[in-house]
């Protein structure tokens, strides 16, 4: 059976009726039940003409449309005054052009004045001809620009994106005032009809990646993308159970208007306040901007401790059980890395619990109200400080160690590569005591850790090696960018793995 919404919709008529009946039955317009009270349908009659307009209520300023109808009246009465003869086209044509607003349209398919009516703008059919004119009166309902949550810096813009793509579009063009900056349009969501922008720098963007990324957009045939650009993302990258990101996200404007200086490709979807960057690569993720608003060397150290935390966060509890598994070969010196054995719950079974206690703990305080975020946080620091330690549920080294890597976990830019790791942590913490278990030593912590490094490997963000520079290895405008936050004056080149059209680049 063939869904309602793709069925095709017939032309706009001439006849001013045909089209106000179609409408107010598609669209549901006027009172009770089975109508919608939000869309507005209001008749008018200048100089003989019969009008009916349609707009949706909360998108625009009462006085601003007050004005643009007695403008529109105004330009009317003038075109008559001044025609003896004419046709509604040359009437149209001249409201096209002579309507005091910026952005003013005729409309020829039924299926945009559709979408338009449910975007927001004003569509006025006048009888006798078959077209509509479009006046943008929007005025989106919108938050006012804050600080980002995430990517914060000490010293840097404080400006973040919203959930309206147009103001998220206007602080990218701030800052990137380039003529081969494109900006393409297109609606997703067969039933949502969601507006998305596809950004990229003609003359640096890798053609085939532009195109790749524009076919998956055109593509998608899901009803809705109401999870805004995490929908977006899984239905043009196949994502299924893979639980390393294949993308960027960013609430900075200053972030996603490097990407584009670079190479990548951004996707602005409307209704969400973080953007979306591709291709990218593993180590991509671990770039804070918090290292741009800094000398180089001091940029360079917090890249490397952002590294450091990306090994603790995937090996530590491994590690530590391996460690603890066999006693005898740690040494003198890492002492502190054993622990006691007279809980009644195995090791691995500890970190486990410990593991899931924070994941809850991080969820609750997530979730409560900020009133109660703050007990929440107190009663959970006694419970798991304290008294856990003392009924022998988890052992202090344990806490410690687990603690350790939460931080390791909250210190990294990227909330998604967090959470990737944790799967990672979990697998290699069960290999390893698989491993144990079948009397391999640490056999089952090896395998584990070449099994994450071959999945690494082999991933690819749309068709970019996932763990580039590493694999395959690149040393000049790869892993150098990996490891040392460069002075400005020294970059001059772009990621190769893009396969950018301009390689070269200043700063």
Request: aromatic fraction near 10%.
């Given at each position: 059976?063939?869904?309602?919404?793709?069925?095709?919709?017939?032309?706009?008529?001439?006849?001013?009726?045909?089209?106000?009946?179609?409408?107010?039955?598609?669209?549901?317009?006027?009172?009770?039940?089975?109508?919608?009270?939000?869309?507005?349908?209001?008749?008018?009659?200048?100089?003989?003409?019969?009008?009916?307009?349609?707009?949706?209520?909360?998108?625009?300023?009462?006085?601003?449309?007050?004005?643009?109808?007695?403008?529109?009246?105004?330009?009317?009465?003038?075109?008559?005054?001044?025609?003896?003869?004419?046709?509604?086209?040359?009437?149209?044509?001249?409201?096209?052009?002579?309507?005091?607003?910026?952005?003013?349209?005729?409309?020829?398919?039924?299926?945009?004045?559709?979408?338009?009516?449910?975007?927001?703008?004003?569509?006025?059919?006048?009888?006798?001809?078959?077209?509509?004119?479009?006046?943008?009166?929007?005025?989106?309902?919108?938050?006012?620009?804050?600080?980002?949550?995430?990517?914060?810096?000490?010293?840097?813009?404080?400006?973040?994106?919203?959930?309206?793509?147009?103001?998220?579009?206007?602080?990218?063009?701030?800052?990137?005032?380039?003529?081969?900056?494109?900006?393409?349009?297109?609606?997703?969501?067969?039933?949502?009809?969601?507006?998305?922008?596809?950004?990229?720098?003609?003359?640096?963007?890798?053609?085939?990646?532009?195109?790749?990324?524009?076919?998956?957009?055109?593509?998608?045939?899901?009803?809705?993308?109401?999870?805004?650009?995490?929908?977006?993302?899984?239905?043009?990258?196949?994502v299924k159970w893979n639980p390393y990101p294949i993308v960027r996200y960013t609430e900075r404007?200053?972030?996603?208007?490097?990407?584009?200086?670079?190479?990548?490709?951004?996707?602005?979807?409307?209704?969400?306040?973080?953007?979306?960057?591709?291709?990218?690569?593993?180590?991509?993720?671990?770039?804070?901007?918090?290292?741009?608003?800094?000398?180089?060397?001091?940029?360079?150290?917090?890249?490397?401790?952002?590294?450091?935390?990306?090994?603790?966060?995937?090996?530590?509890?491994?590690?530590?059980?391996?460690?603890?598994?066999?006693?005898?070969?740690?040494?003198?010196?890492?002492?502190?890395?054993?622990?006691?054995?007279?809980?009644?719950?195995?090791?691995?079974?500890?970190?486990?619990?410990?593991?899931?206690?924070?994941?809850?703990?991080?969820?609750?305080?997530?979730?409560?109200?900020?009133?109660?975020?703050?007990?929440?946080?107190?009663?959970?620091?006694?419970?798991?400080?304290?008294?856990?330690?003392?009924?022998?549920?988890?052992?202090?080294?344990?806490?410690?160690?687990?603690?350790?890597?939460?931080?390791?976990?909250?210190?990294?830019?990227?909330?998604?590569?967090?959470?990737?790791?944790?799967?990672?942590?979990?697998?290699?913490?069960?290999?390893?005591?698989?491993?144990?278990?079948?009397?391999?030593?640490?056999?089952?912590?090896?395998?584990?850790?070449?099994?994450?490094?071959?999945?690494?490997?082999?991933?690819?963000?749309?068709?970019?090696?996932?763990?580039?520079?590493?694999?395959?290895?690149?040393?000049?405008?790869?892993?150098?960018?990996?490891?040392?936050?460069?002075?400005?004056?020294?970059?001059?080149?772009?990621?190769?793995?893009?396969?950018?059209?301009?390689?070269?680049?200043?700063?």
């Amino acid at each position: 059976m063939t869904e309602p919404y793709s069925q095709p919709l017939p032309p706009i008529s001439a006849k001013l009726d045909d089209n106000v009946k179609y409408l107010n039955e598609l669209l549901g317009v006027g009172q009770g039940p089975g109508h919608s009270w939000d869309i507005m349908a209001k008749p008018f009659a200048f100089s003989n003409l019969n009008m009916m307009s349609y707009v949706l209520n909360g998108y625009f300023l009462t006085m601003n449309m007050v004005l643009i109808l007695n403008d529109v009246e105004k330009c009317i009465q003038t075109f008559v005054s001044q025609h003896q003869t004419y046709t509604l086209q040359d009437l149209m044509n001249y409201l096209n052009t002579n309507v005091t607003f910026v952005q003013v349209q005729p409309v020829t398919k039924m299926e945009d004045v559709v979408r338009f009516i449910l975007s927001g703008p004003m569509v006025t059919f006048v009888d006798g001809y078959d077209a509509a004119l479009l006046i943008d009166t929007r005025i989106y309902p919108m938050r006012s620009i804050q600080e980002p949550e995430i990517e914060r810096v000490v010293r840097g813009p404080r400006d973040g994106f919203t959930e309206t793509m147009l103001m998220n579009t206007a602080l990218i063009r701030r800052r990137l005032r380039e003529p081969s900056l494109r900006a393409e349009l297109m609606q997703i969501g067969l039933r949502s009809k969601t507006d998305v922008s596809l950004m990229y720098l003609e003359d640096v963007a890798n053609p085939e990646t532009v195109n790749m990324i524009r076919e998956r957009l055109k593509s998608i045939q899901a009803d809705t993308i109401a999870m805004a650009e995490q929908s977006v993302v899984e239905l043009i990258g196949k994502v299924k159970w893979n639980p390393y990101p294949i993308v960027r996200y960013t609430e900075r404007p200053d972030v996603a208007t490097t990407a584009l200086v670079e190479g990548h490709v951004v996707i602005v979807v409307d209704t969400s306040p973080e953007v979306i960057i591709a291709p990218i690569t593993f180590f991509q993720l671990l770039q804070h901007p918090e290292e741009y608003h800094q000398y180089p060397m001091v940029g360079t150290y917090r890249r490397w401790t952002m590294l450091l935390a990306t090994l603790i966060t995937i090996i530590l509890p491994g590690l530590f059980l391996l460690a603890n598994f066999h006693p005898d070969l740690v040494p003198k010196q890492l002492a502190f890395f054993k622990a006691k054995k007279n809980d009644p719950l195995p090791l691995w079974a500890e970190l486990i619990i410990a593991e899931v206690a924070i994941d809850i703990l991080r969820v609750a305080v997530m979730t409560s109200p900020v009133t109660l975020a703050s007990m929440v946080s107190i009663m959970a620091a006694v419970i798991f400080g304290q008294f856990v330690a003392q009924i022998h549920l988890l052992q202090p080294e344990v806490l410690v160690y687990m603690a350790l890597v939460m931080v390791a976990q909250f210190s990294l830019t990227s909330y998604d590569l967090a959470s990737a790791n944790l799967m990672s942590r979990l697998f290699i913490l069960l290999c390893t005591q698989l491993g144990f278990a079948f009397h391999l030593r640490a056999l089952g912590f090896g395998v584990a850790l070449a099994a994450l490094l071959v999945f690494l490997i082999t991933r690819k963000s749309f068709g970019v090696p996932y763990f580039w520079p590493l694999f395959p290895f690149k040393w000049k405008n790869g892993l150098d960018n990996v490891v040392l936050r460069k002075p400005f004056a020294d970059i001059r080149g772009r990621p190769g793995v893009l396969r950018p059209k301009m390689g070269r680049r200043n700063g």
